[in-house]
């Protein structure tokens, strides 16, 4: 990992640090991976002239953080955009995003990278935008800024308000995608009756932000499950 | 998505808005149908939601959704940080890298129109910042078995991590309380032991009691049979009677250094006495800062809800299985949860005459309740009764099994009662007709107040045997001398016994019940019976139970037996590992999950029982029960607590008086009086902040009704003045 460190400037380091709730580690974490298949496609080809160089998880290194961290961001991109400069910029489409392991068990995947996607087609996460993304999950975050995310990732239809349409898909990604899995229409009208009773203070039928930050205040299981460990 | 313009309404509306119509808009609050976004979003209120910290209003420029920060958005916030230079990170604003970037920009061109004191500030503060940073994630390198709980919680949950957590803290909470021991009683013994010091030793009093109380008879035989050696081990009698393990060892009265004599007598007493208000501590802290209870809600159950649904998914899981059980358990939940509240409504329309057969049917069962409890204390005392007496016959003489069954009854007793009141328990509460999470409560208190009153009654047992005597023997030493010369070193030994027994009990059913479990289900599953019996479940309450019990032995034996915290540390992280490769090797994931929020506050709700079952005994015989005068460092006091009065009336007589002054009843019943006040006051004050929360939420909902009106009124006109 030393020889990845070096790649990336002291100073963008240290902005970053500065910038989101990773610690260093974590960053040269996803940096090392945004540069180790880069390593690995160049010892690759010379081993085997292969050109579409995949990484294999095993070799890369012995430290258990990288190989898990290992198929992280840019063995995501194309070959022509892996030199330092150019990953820092470079879109990777969801689809390959949604196939890290962090996320891919997650019923709100979706979500998640359109809410981090600063795009303008919102089709895709520069390496900054999934700097974010950890930097929101990571375990300094402050409560204020995980329950902002959360709303916004609750929030299916975009429209800054909780409604009931979107605590409906809430609770459906929730408890599973078969069909049935769902709860019957009448448990989910008691369920959402319940959540805007006990949250929707001004009982306008649906939650803004600051009722949402309200309730997660009082909520104890929030802060130790909107989490994702690296 | 597009802006829309400050004046008009517009006619197109943009794509991603749901489709809403005046129209819809009622002043009946039945209706709850979503008001005009697009005006909503120009509202001061949705806009400084985003920014909690400024107190600057954003002026009316052009709106922008509170989602995507577009440019209007950020010079906004430009200007409100322009205005309000806080010294606060930049992390805590919710917006992505590039606009943080930006922000910092700014940042540093205003501190360059600072003076020089601001900018030195500035600095230090940051990089103050940064050094603590940079020490916390030292200090959390050092913490133990950080990665094995992580990956427990990744693969299992938080619920079955908690217990980790929970054992690693008795592991610290252990070592610390060992510490304490032996800062303040080994070393003085060790430095004395290696002629560091001079001390001098007790004296054996032989003016005012009787010489009979100071015979103390070592046991020796002649033949020792080797398995002796594991009997002793075993039970703590024989060469282990004499060390350092037990009480009985600790005979100096004060070690000598240069310029004070140390008081080891007090020094023992206020070693237990300090451990026992730290274990307190540390309890109540750690309680308060992993699970905030407000007071002022309304509420009467913290497992709300909404707790469920916004905080409900974990999103460390990383594994499918593990996804599609916490699919499967979350629905599970929120459908027993559901069915719970229609329980409750049903049961509040009760007729009264089914309510008092329901009362007398309670009734009953609860007192079959305490006749159970009844049947297994009673047994636990004659076991402990029949072992105590065929001790003291010639043990040597007896078969090796029976040796150690005799040793061993009051545990085995002990261990048989656990076992078979659970399941009593569950039998009967279904009678009861209770609603189903406060059946799965009262079980578990009811189990956790029968494991912990077993100890206790095993504790007064001895108690009463050992102040009980047949003819008037005990008046000569105020205890039973014949039997118990060293009493203290013999309850010592018996908190031992229970100790050691726990540890095998845990490591033997680990791995003759729950590996052989495993094997049968892995390869013999043809079998219609071992499907149905499936795989070892990881119980969370029973296991949080079973180390509870050992922590209570601890700190009632540690008095006894200096040296057993340290037993207690080594056991459970031998459990710990045990329990880990019992839970990755030989465990499936419970379908019935176990809140982590629940889980933390409910553990350290049975420790803090624990703690309190422990202390009664402990009192009573450190206050209570003549100390023996045979053996230990108070021989030459009435009872323990004796030392510290003696140690009082060496002060100078103002600190003395001090002192008596503050412990009479002159001081003690104003003092009452006066923390009765203060607690009324609270109370007083807390029920006041409930009925203003309560108005103001009204008055929330009447504000915001207000809102949707003249919001409606406003589209009327515009119409009205289009067309």
């Not at chain 1, 303008?120 to 204020?144: G, H, I, Y």
């Not at chain 2, 109380?213 to 398995?227: A, D, E, H």
């Not at chain 2, 006749?371 to 005392?381: D, E, K, Q």
Request: contains cysteine; proline residues 4%; glycine residues 4%.
């Amino acid at each position: 990992m030393g020889g990845s460190g070096s790649r990336l400037s002291k100073e963008l380091l240290a902005e970053y640090q500065d910038l989101t709730f990773l610690t260093k580690q974590e960053i040269l974490l996803s940096v090392y991976v945004v540069l180790a298949p880069h390593l690995v496609d160049n010892e690759q080809q010379a081993r085997s002239g292969n050109e579409h160089g995949r990484p294999i998880a095993e070799n890369t290194d012995s430290s258990p953080l990288s190989t898990r961290a290992h198929r992280r961001f840019c063995e995501l991109l194309p070959q022509e955009q892996r030199s330092v400069e150019s990953s820092l910029q470079a879109q990777v489409p969801f689809e390959q995003i949604l196939s890290l392991p962090e996320l891919k068990a997650n019923p709100f995947k979706e979500r998640i990278c359109r809410v981090f996607s600063t795009s303008p087609a919102r089709d895709s996460l520069s390496f900054e935008d999934f700097l974010d993304l950890l930097s929101v999950f990571s375990d300094t975050a402050t409560p204020d800024i995980k329950s902002h995310y959360a709303f916004r990732i609750f929030d299916f239809d975009d429209d800054g308000t909780l409604n009931r349409e979107d605590l409906s898909r809430l609770v459906n990604c929730l408890t599973g995608e078969g069909e049935d899995t769902r709860l019957s229409a009448s448990e989910m009208k008691q369920l959402i009756d319940n959540i805007l009773e006990e949250s929707d203070i001004d009982r306008d039928g649906t939650i803004n932000l600051s009722e949402f930050q309200h309730v997660i205040s009082r909520s104890p299981d929030f802060a130790s499950s909107f989490k994702i460990v690296l | 998505m597009s802006e829309s313009s400050a004046t008009a309404l517009p006619p197109g509306r943009p794509s991603r808005q749901p489709a809403v119509h005046p129209e819809n808009l009622s002043l009946d609050s039945s209706c709850f149908s979503s008001p005009p976004v697009n005006f909503l979003q120009e509202l001061p209120s949705y806009r400084s939601i985003a920014r909690r910290r400024t107190t600057v209003h954003s002026r009316d420029k052009q709106s922008g959704t509170l989602l995507k920060p577009t440019d209007s958005y950020s010079s906004q916030l430009e200007d409100r940080i322009a205005e309000n230079l806080s010294g606060q990170s930049l992390r805590n604003y919710a917006l992505n890298i590039s606009e943080k970037r930006r922000l910092r920009d700014i940042q540093e061109t205003q501190m360059k129109y600072l003076s020089e004191w601001d900018q030195w500030k500035r600095y230090s503060s940051k990089s103050w910042k940064r050094f603590l940073e940079k020490a916390r994630e030292m200090t959390t390198h050092l913490e133990l078995w950080r990665e094995d709980i992580r990956s427990i919680e990744g693969k299992f949950g938080t619920g079955i991590q908690s217990y980790f957590s929970f054992l690693r803290f008795l592991v610290l909470l252990n070592l610390v309380i060992f510490l304490i021991i032996f800062m303040l009683v080994l070393l003085p013994v060790l430095l004395t032991k290696y002629k560091l010091t001079n001390s001098s030793f007790v004296l054996i009093p032989f003016k005012e009691t009787d010489i009979q109380c100071t015979v103390y008879p070592v046991s020796s035989s002649g033949l020792i049979y080797f398995y002796s050696y594991i009997i002793d081990l075993l039970s703590g009698t024989g060469f282990l009677e004499e060390t350092s393990l037990f009480y009985g060892h600790y005979t100096i009265d004060g070690v000598k250094f240069q310029n004070f004599t140390y008081d080891l007598p007090l020094a023992y007493l206020l070693s237990t006495v300090t451990y026992l208000a730290l274990s307190l501590l540390w309890i109540v802290k750690r309680s308060v800062e992993g699970f905030k209870i407000n007071l002022i809600r309304s509420e009467e159950h913290f497992q709300s809800y909404c707790n469920k649904i916004f905080a409900g998914w974990d999103f460390c899981i990383t594994n499918r299985g593990m996804a599609d059980l916490k699919h499967s358990s979350l629905r599970y939940e929120l459908r027993a949860d559901l069915e719970e509240e229609r329980i409750r409504q049903k049961i509040a329309e009760r007729t009264s005459e089914e309510t008092i057969r329901i009362y007398s049917l309670r009734l009953f069962l609860n007192c079959i309740v305490l006749a159970v409890l009844g049947a297994c204390f009673y047994a636990i005392y004659v076991a402990t009764v029949f072992s105590q007496e065929h001790m003291k016959k010639e043990i040597d003489k007896m078969v090796f099994g029976e040796n150690l069954l005799i040793l061993y009854l009051p545990s085995i007793v002990i261990t048989l009662a656990n076992f078979i009141t659970p399941m009593i328990f569950t039998k009967i509460i279904r009678y009861e007709d209770y609603s189903p999470g406060f059946e799965i409560r009262l079980t578990i208190l009811r189990c956790v107040f029968m494991r912990l009153a077993t100890i206790c009654v095993l504790v007064f047992t001895l108690g009463s045997k050992i102040t009980s005597c047949d003819d008037d023997t005990c008046d000569l030493c105020g205890y039973n001398q014949k039997l118990y010369p060293c009493w203290e070193t013999q309850v010592g030994q018996e908190m031992y016994k229970l100790m050691i027994f726990d540890f095998i009990i845990i490591l033997a059913v680990t791995l003759f019940v729950d590996f052989p479990r495993k094997l049968l289900v892995t390869y013999c599953s043809s079998w219609k019976l071992i499907q149905c019996w499936g795989q070892q479940e990881f119980a969370i309450p029973d296991n949080v139970l079973g180390i509870v019990y050992g922590q209570t032995i601890c700190w009632i034996g540690a008095f006894f037996s200096p040296l057993l915290p340290a037993i207690a540390t080594l056991k459970f992280i031998i459990i710990f590992y045990v329990k880990e490769w019992s839970l990755l090797y030989t465990c499936r994931p419970s379908p019935r999950p176990f809140r982590a929020s629940n889980s933390n506050f409910f553990f350290l709700l049975v420790l803090l029982i624990g703690l309190c079952l422990a202390i009664i005994p402990l009192t009573i015989s450190i206050s209570r029960i003549p100390s023996s005068k045979a053996c230990g460092p108070f021989t030459n006091f009435n009872t323990t607590w004796e030392v510290i009065p003696m140690t009082v009336s060496t002060f100078p007589s103002s600190l003395q008086s001090f002192i008596h002054g503050v412990t009479s009843e002159a001081f003690a019943v104003p003092f009452f009086m006066i923390i009765c006040l203060i607690m009324f006051y609270f109370i007083a004050l807390a029920g006041a902040h409930k009925r203003v929360v309560i108005q103001l939420r009204e008055q929330l909902s009447l504000e915001s009704r207000d809102k949707r009106y003249l919001i409606q009124k406003l589209t009327e006109a515009q119409r009205d003045t289009r067309n």
